[in-house]
């Protein structure tokens, strides 16, 4: 056990601490020196050693004693800064610890008994050990150097010693530091280093070492470390990462570290910019500069040591790294791109960690070139043919040790004219080419010499390959050997010849060897020089650079010395061929993977059969050819109906499908053949291999297809040159133009057969096994292959199949499936496809003889950090086929054809690139027509394109504002471009190009200069090309970025392209275009503005119910308003009334316009309707303002008469009281207590002679036909004399006693020209049984409500009237049938309302008021007699009589809002389109034609029966609607329980006061005034008594009244109802109440101020009783199939006259009636129609309908698929 003892904190105290021991000590010996004790109290010192010394800890041994006695030791250690004490027991060894390292202590050791004796001190000094460095980082490993650094130790430490060694040498280097961390330099790259720090004490002490290791890194790895590639050397950049769209796309910034430059590299090269290898970045070397610019000192010093920064990366490197970290495709990207900006590229490239090279074959497979040597030149001929296969001489040029010469920069000179310079190599004059290699050295660039065929310009007349090594040969003997074996000629650069020259005498080589010397070098030796030259016999292949020789002189010299070696050389190897030079080598070939050598062996076996294209489409490709283009035609004749003639049209239609079954029977009946099974097989293959199969595939196909047109190309032009072989060049030209043949062809195939299979029955097989293609495609298009949407052979979309594809892609990529759309539109052949190549780094099809037909999407992933800009995850991007194709220019169609693409195209864009060529006036006018076709069409529909004009080869720097006139005229071509679609379209509202779309003339419009910089096949892509084009893409993507639209989801955009080609396919696309997106956003509209109108309604019922309440409770009590008057108080409501429907209004309109500004939902394609529902919230306000003071003003009047009776019965029931009070006390004071008998007859008396006293006058009946009379003549006075005359012709008492029968016999003398009088009589009859239907129902609701009549309710009938008779203002009727109609009403109205009225006077007779309570009475005097307590009988009175019929009253009044409310939560009742969906859905079920019968003929009563039904099913159990009534029920007990407790509080003198105190606080209940007063007289009770039994009654009201809700029936319910849900219900969903002019379909148009009818689904006509004149048959035709036809229709708006369906707006402008969604929409009438023909023709008094054979196979399930289909029902 140790105990502790105090520690000395400085050396002082410890001296004063060591004095005390010494007292301590002197005690036992003051006789002498010695103690003098006994020798049993002698305690011996201890024998002290030191065991071990730690950094904090000391080991010291002690030799054990003899004897038995226990000791403790007491041990006390100091040193120079600070000390301590321990006292342990003693033992042999004993631990000190909590010591300092590197320490030196003295320990001074005693031992003590327990009595107290302790024997003499021991001393011994120990070293702690110091503490070596802890925690080595190694950080910053480069090739040669690395740093380190450590954490300080413990204890004072002066330095450290730090040592790097190798396993190679011991000790490489040591150094001593008196900081934390340390560099080590001058290392050798790829070395493991053993590093040692060891701490060096201020006391001379030295730690022990701590080690670690740590390994350099190679050139290649510091290189990559340094530009951040470290991952991509084993995960490979892919295609996909370096086309995304991220920050740096977008950004201008410069590169401001190691980090940014292989990606700006990247950036600038994918859009073809020549600047791209000028990789210097910002930082070091411009701030020197800067500091040097502001230094105004002359400072030679720093002019001469300018800065230079060895930060700087040589190009080769970043070009060579990319490539090393890149797959084979990017590196085919970059070869390709490299190769057009006329880079030279990497043919061996090196690593120089593995001391490999590989043949960059597969990299250069995608180079193409074009060039004209001069044996075609007269021909005008050219070639075209990849690099790897061209027959070309290979010159090389390489360098043997130092070289003064710089070789790249005299390349570059030698491949340039004078006109047109060009750095085609990398050379040490050009920015950051002076920069050290680190990974470069050993790469054999190469290059292409072409000529052009103009013998004044070309350098060579033949082609030429040119190969240039990078580092000395005698580094790289390999890569010399394999070009002194493939090349024509190598010329070896020196500068000192060494005279044995191993290297240039030992080579087996083919290649002529010329060597290239600086004379004017120092080490240049002529000696040595003439030594090798003559041991090679190459005294005539030397070519020297003297004095006298300048640069120009020499490069003329040196281009003859070549020239002569091409035109001479029979050394012509094709880079495929090299390969096995290559392996020869050792050289590794990068095609040699397994997946590339696999795909290759796929593809040939495909192409390899291809002998003769046409021959080989047809038998391998078969579906794609004439059958394709067969059903193309059949479903553009579906739409069309153009060659319909006389026959029906849905025969027509039906006998159109039947044809288009047999196709696809054809096409199913087709084996697959053996080149679409490879090719699947192949493209079902693991990624990698795929894409290298359809590489293979492209490459393969555009060799062949290049060979067959230059042969084709050949017979064309000789076969022109004789005027007589028409029919052979037409023949020809067909053979050009079918020739093509791409990856595209079998994919369309592939579309084929995958659309037959979906013909089959699903459990087929066949159609089975083809389910997985779809996927396989979207596979393929995530990963950047494009993707056909159009076919521009058959001018057709494989609907099916481009559809099944986009969704499998939206399921692989869900939920990140939100894409932006960018589309390219122009006249063929001005490099449309190159621009969006150049912008977005994506390789569309470019080459010779392919231009695009069709449209092709391809799709470009979006960062993370650009998704968050332009909330989209993916970019597509469509390159389209031109317009205004030769090829198509002989076909009549190709205008149509051209307006369908252009229109589908912008359709599915955000934003459409025109590219224009303002040269060409009148083909300029043909595409603007076109494309301002395709705008305006997209206007009408809801979609908003965005729109960039790009001019091309405009390159001077002043052209945006030269061309200002030319922009000008642009804008006035677009004008009138506009007013002539817009005239076609017949929406010729459009007046100029900024109508139909938001367009700037200054910003609209973009000059991009021509591509190539110079004259081809020499000219690189020009930097202002690139540039251009780089600003054009920045402004595209931050027009997206801006856009208020939302992007669209891959699922909508699949649902855009459908819809789009259905109404393309059309001839009228505005009025045929029907989306379901559109239906969505619409639906989503009508939706939340219902809830808003219902709010609104809502809210104003609440308000009104309030209102009605405070006017029925006006002068009943107390007044809390402070209104004395009841004028006052109207006046007052009607103002409140007025600012709470300006609130709502205000409300709900902006609802609407915070809706309109979101960009979720796709709002802005129902940006359209804003105003209508804009008007439709207006007039909302209107029509509640009108409800609301009419219910006011009856309310305030019929309170007005009652305050009159309420006086009446107040004053009998005082005179009463009196009496009765009288009675008692005249009872009482005969002191004989009486029987009940005796009572009765004294009241009975009393009863009598009061009745007798009192004067009843009589209540006199107002004469409601009066008043009736009065308001029906001041609404028809301004009608005209023939109204007034009407009017006096017949009372109104003698109106509407018999039905009313219109019979148009006058108005059709007046109104010749009406067609069918007995379909007008008809109509115009069912219109007036309509509108007598609605004023019935609601004159029979004023009845049930039971108040007295007011003048309001005559004034509402006559204004539902007006309306409906506006509403249907169409069928044209005359005055006499609008007065005639009215007085019906009017006069049925009359007597209703009288009765009612006397009704009301009765029930209210003062009279009879006071004998219906004389038995209450009686009782009551009874009571008051007998002195009886009347507490709580009195509060049982209360309750029954006044708080249980207003509790009752509150529900009734509050609960249809509730009912209505629940109701909309149900999707049939949220928008018109779900309620018909749902009507049509339930009459399927029931399938009854009774009810068919009655939904066509009666639809209104109809449609409110099946709203009662439905609301009456809903609440069919009790529980759900008892909810709501036990909340309002809940309220008003609330409500009454909180007015008792003010009352009780509240200072009333009596119970009387008490009783009114707390009917004025039930504000929310209307208490019945007659009740009131009866309670009140001969009332005893004790108010505190009261109050409790009050309570308690009220509670058990609350019980009972909760077992009545319970067991009423829903229909009892809404008897009883202020608000009727039925009606509110019916209100909002009948709309309109318009029905097609054809079809009698009602309109689903939301807002009620909508100024376009529409309806989801057409019915045949025959439903709507048309019918032949001639065989009196049902007519079939269906309107949505009849306004796309030829087919004529008459009727009375047509006057008789025949019309054109398609011409129907002009007769029903209101109307928009779009052809069906799809050709099965429908069906649900078709099925109707041909179950309950004969019922029908029955019914309307007709034949029978011709109905087409198919219309009876259609099932129960088709119907309802047909009707989700067309109300878009998902």
């Not at 590197?102 to 120990?126: H, K, L, P, W």
């Not at 000028?278 to 000192?297: I, R």
Request: proline letters at 3%; aromatic letters at 8%.
């Amino acid at each position: 056990m140790t105990e502790s003892v105090s520690t000395m904190d400085n050396s002082e105290e410890e001296e004063e601490f060591y004095d005390a021991q010494d007292v301590f000590l002197e005690r036992y010996c003051e006789e002498g020196d010695s103690p003098a004790t006994p020798q049993s109290d002698y305690v011996p010192p201890p024998e002290v050693t030191v065991l071990h010394a730690g950094t904090e800890t000391v080991s010291l041994g002690l030799t054990p004693t003899d004897s038995s006695v226990r000791y403790k030791l007491h041990i006390v250690y100091s040193c120079d800064t600070h000390g301590g004490s321990v006292i342990v027991e003693e033992s042999s060894t004993v631990n000190v610890d909590g010591l300092h390292p590197g320490t030196e202590y003295t320990f001074r050791i005693t031992r003590r008994a327990e009595n107290g004796n302790q024997s003499e001190t021991a001393s011994v000094s120990v070293l702690t050990e110091p503490s070596p460095p802890v925690q080595i980082t190694v950080y910053q490993v480069n090739s040669e150097s690395l740093s380190l650094s450590w954490d300080t130790p413990a204890g004072e430490v002066e330095s450290y010693i730090v040592t790097c060694c190798s396993e190679e040498e011991s000790c490489v280097q040591e150094l001593t530091t008196n900081t934390n961390s340390l560099t080590f330099s001058s290392l050798n790259p790829g070395v493991c280093y053993s590093l040692q720090v060891s701490a060096q004490l201020k006391n001379g002490r030295r730690s022990k070492p701590t080690v670690t290791s740590s390994r350099t890194k190679t050139h290649l790895e510091s290189l990559l470390k340094d530009l951040d590639l470290e991952q991509h050397y084993s995960e490979k950049l892919s295609l996909s990462t370096i086309l995304q769209i991220d920050e740096k796309t977008m950004s201008e910034e410069l590169v401001k570290c190691y980090t940014d430059l292989p990606w700006y590299f990247l950036k600038k090269l994918m859009m073809v910019n020549v600047t791209a290898r000028n990789v210097k970045y910002t930082s070091a070397y411009d701030s020197t500069c800067d500091a040097m610019s502001g230094n105004t000192e002359f400072d030679l010093d720093n002019l001469v040591n300018s800065p230079y920064s060895g930060d700087i990366v040589n190009p080769l490197d970043i070009i060579n790294a990319l490539f090393l970290c890149s797959d084979g495709f990017v590196q085919q990207e970059i070869a390709l791109k490299m190769s057009m900006c006329q880079f030279s590229v990497p043919l061996l490239l090196p690593n120089c960690d593995t001391k490999q090279c590989t043949l960059m074959l597969w990299a250069m497979r995608d180079i193409v070139k074009k060039y004209r040597p001069q044996s075609l030149s007269e021909s005008k001929g050219f070639i075209e043919d990849r690099v790897v296969l061209s027959n070309l001489p290979m010159i090389s040029f390489v360098r043997l040790g130092e070289c003064s010469l710089s070789k790249s920069e005299i390349l570059n000179k030698l491949l340039s004219n004078s006109q047109q310079y060009h750095d085609t190599f990398v050379h040490h004059n050009m920015e950051c080419g002076d920069s050290p290699r680190r990974i470069s050295n050993g790469l054999v660039e190469i290059t292409w010499y072409l000529p052009c065929g103009n013998k004044n310009m070309d350098l060579f007349s033949e082609p030429v390959t040119v190969a240039n090594l990078r580092g000395d040969i005698a580094s790289f003997e390999t890569q010399y050997s394999f070009l002194c074996q493939t090349s024509a000629a190598v010329f070896v650069f020196f500068d000192d010849l060494d005279s044995e020259c191993r290297l240039l005498t030992n080579q087996h080589h083919k290649a002529q060897i010329f060597l290239v010397g600086n004379h004017q070098s120092k080490r240049f030796r002529l000696d040595a020089l003439k030594n090798v030259a003559t041991k090679l016999g190459l005294t005539k292949n030397v070519i020297l650079k003297t004095k006298q020789m300048n640069d120009a002189d020499f490069i003329k010299n040196m281009r003859k010395i070549v020239r002569d070696v091409v035109e001479k050389s029979e050394i012509k190897i094709p880079i495929e061929q090299m390969a096995d030079i290559a392996h020869e080598l050792g050289i590794l070939v990068d095609e040699e993977s397994p997946e590339c050598q696999t795909a290759k062996k796929n593809a040939d076996a495909i192409t390899a059969e291809i002998q003769d294209t046409l021959e080989y489409k047809e038998v391998q490709l078969p579906l794609q050819g004439h059958t394709w283009k067969e059903l193309t035609r059949l479903e553009k004749e579906e739409f069309r109906l153009r060659k319909v003639g006389s026959e029906n049209i849905e025969k027509y239609k039906s006998d159109l499908q039947v044809e288009k079954r047999k196709l696809r029977k054809k096409q199913n009946s087709y084996d697959m053949s053996n080149a679409m099974t490879c090719f699947i097989d192949a493209i079902s293959s693991p990624r990698i291999e795929r894409s290298y199969f359809l590489k293979w595939m492209r490459i393969n196909l555009d060799n062949l297809s290049r060979e067959k047109l230059s042969d084709l190309r050949e017979q064309y032009k000789k076969k022109c040159q004789n005027s007589e072989n028409k029919e052979e060049i037409k023949d020809i030209d067909r053979k050009l133009s079918n020739s093509s043949l791409g990856t595209e062809h079998f994919f369309r195939e592939m579309g084929q057969i995958y659309e037959a299979s979906v013909s089959l029955p699903e459990t087929d097989p066949s159609r089975q096994q083809l389910q997985h293609l779809p996927k396989l495609c979207a596979g393929l298009l995530l990963d950047g292959f494009p993707l056909e949407l159009v076919d521009g052979d058959a001018s057709n979309i494989p609907l099916r199949w481009v559809s099944d594809v986009l969704s499998q892609l939206n399921a692989l990529v869900s939920p990140k499936s939100k894409i932006l759309v960018v589309t390219v539109l122009g006249v063929q052949s001005t490099g449309k496809s190159t621009l969006l190549n150049t912008m977005f780094g994506v390789q569309f099809a470019v080459s010779s003889g392919r231009c695009t037909r069709g449209a092709f999407m391809l799709l470009i992933r979006v960062n993370e950090d650009v998704k968050k800009v332009l909330n989209c995850d993916f970019m597509v991007i469509i390159d389209t086929e031109g317009l205004k194709s030769p090829e198509l220019a002989q076909l009549d169609n190709s205008h149509e054809h051209d307006n369908e693409l252009a229109t589908l195209v912008v359709g599915l864009s955000d934003i459409t690139i025109v590219n224009i060529a303002m040269e060409n006036s009148t083909e300029m006018k043909d595409i603007l027509q076109i494309v301002v076709h395709a705008f305006l069409r997209m206007k009408e529909v809801g979609k908003k394109p965005k729109c960039q004009f790009v001019h091309q080869n405009v390159s001077d720097v002043s052209a945006h504002e030269k061309n200002l006139r030319d922009r000008k005229l642009l804008l006035q071509q677009l004008n009138e471009m506009t007013q002539a679609a817009a005239k076609m379209e017949k929406k010729e509202e459009n007046k100029s190009f900024t109508d139909v779309m938001e367009y700037s003339p200054d910003t609209g419009n973009w000059y991009i200069p021509g591509l190539w910089n110079g004259n081809p096949p020499m000219a690189p892509v020009n930097a202002g090309y690139s540039e251009a084009v780089y600003e054009l893409k920045k402004n595209i993507i931050q027009m997206l970025g801006n856009c208020n639209s939302s992007a669209n989801k891959i699922s909508e955009f699949t649902e855009w392209m459908s819809s789009l080609w259905t109404a393309v396919k059309h001839e009228n696309f505005i009025f045929s275009f029907r989306n379901s997106l559109v239906a969505d956003a619409y639906m989503r509209l009508c939706t939340k503005f219902n809830k808003w109108e219902w709010e609104f309604k809502k809210g104003m019922y609440t308000w009104v119910t309030d209102a009605e309440t405070k006017i029925s409770n006006f002068g009943k009590f107390a007044s809390k308003s402070g209104k004395h008057d009841m004028r006052e108080l109207l006046t007052s409501l009607k103002n409140e009334a007025c600012t709470v429907l300006s609130k709502w209004e205000t409300e709900l309109l902006e609802n609407l316009t915070q809706y309109f500004k979101q960009t979720e939902g796709h709002v802005y394609l129902v940006e359209g309707y804003k105003e209508e529902f804009s008007n439709s919230a207006k007039s909302l306000r209107g029509e509640m303002e009108r409800s609301v003071v009419n219910q006011l003003e009856a309310a305030a009047d019929i309170r007005q008469g009652m305050v009159k009776l309420d006086s009446i019965k107040e004053n009998h029931t005082k005179q009463l009281e009196k009496r009765v009070c009288a009675l008692i006390e005249e009872c009482q004071k005969k002191k004989v207590k009486m029987t009940d008998k005796e009572l009765d007859k004294e009241f009975d008396k009393m009863w009598t002679k009061m009745v007798e006293e009192l004067s009843f006058s009589k209540q006199k009946a107002s004469d409601v036909c009066t008043s009736v009379s009065h308001y029906l003549r001041t609404n028809l006075s301004h009608k005209g004399s023939r109204a007034c005359q009407l009017l006096s012709q017949k009372s109104l008492q003698d109106c509407g006693l018999e039905a009313f029968k219109y019979t148009a016999e006058g108005f059709f003398n007046r109104c010749k020209e009406l067609f069918n009088i007995q379909g007008h009589t008809i109509a115009a009859q069912k219109m007036a049984d309509s509108i007598i239907a609605a004023c019935t129902q609601f004159v029979s609701e004023k009845m049930k409500r039971k108040a007295n009549y007011h003048n309001t309710y005559t004034q509402e009938i006559l204004h539902m009237i007006d309306e409906r008779l506006q509403t249907n203002k169409d069928l044209k009727t005359d005055i006499d049938f609008e007065v005639s109609l009215k007085q019906h009403i009017c006069g049925i109205a009359t007597r209703e309302f009288q009765k009612m009225h006397e009704d009301f006077l009765h029930v209210n007779d003062p009279y009879r008021c006071l004998t219906q309570n004389k038995e209450k009475f009686r009782a009551d005097f009874k009571d008051v007699f007998n002195k009886r307590d009347q507490c709580q009988k009195k509060a049982e009175e209360f309750t029954d009589r006044c708080l249980k019929p207003a509790v009752k009253d509150f529900v009734n009044r509050s609960l249809g809002p509730d009912i209505i409310d629940e109701m909309q939560t149900c999707k049939q009742f949220s928008t018109r389109m779900f309620f018909q969906y749902a009507v049509l859905l339930d009459l399927l079920s029931k399938d009854d034609f009774e009810k068919y019968l009655s939904y066509i003929c009666s639809y209104e009563d109809y449609v409110k029966k099946w709203i009662l039904n439905q609301i009456m099913e809903h609440f069919s159990n009790p529980s759900t609607v008892f909810e709501f009534e036990n909340r309002h029920l809940q309220s008003s007990i609330s409500s009454i329980n909180n007015a008792m407790k003010k009352a009780k509080t509240g200072e009333s003198g009596n119970l009387k006061t008490f009783v009114e105190d707390i009917c004025t606080k039930l504000d929310k209940l209307v208490i019945s005034q007659d009740a009131l007063g009866a309670f009140m007289i001969l009332n005893n009770a004790d108010q505190e008594q009261f109050a409790h039994w009050l309570t308690e009654c009220v509670k058990d009201m609350a019980q009972a009244l909760r077992e009545e809700f319970k067991k009423s029936n829903i229909e009892m319910k809404l008897i009883n109802l202020h608000v009727k849900p039925q009606n509110e219900l019916f209100a909002k969903l009948i709309g309109c109440g318009k029905q097609c002019p054809f079809c009698k379909a009602p309109c689903e148009a939301g807002g009620k101020a909508h100024t376009e009818h529409f309806a989801s689904l057409h019915r045949p006509e025959g439903l709507g009783k048309y019918r032949w004149k001639a065989t009196k048959k049902l007519a079939i035709d269906i309107c949505s199939s009849a306004v796309i036809s030829d087919v004529n229709f008459c009727c009375n708006a047509t006057k008789g006259e025949w019309h054109p369906y398609k011409r129907y707006k002009e007769i029903f402008p209101d109307w928009k009636i779009a052809p069906d969604v799809s050709l099965e929409a429908s069906d649900y009438w078709k099925y109707v129609m041909a179950k309950f023909n004969d019922e029908f023709a029955k019914e309307y008094n007709a034949n029978p309908a011709d109905i087409p054979s198919a219309w009876k196979d259609i099932k129960p399930e088709q119907a309802e698929a047909s009707l989700s289909e067309s109300f878009n029902n998902k």
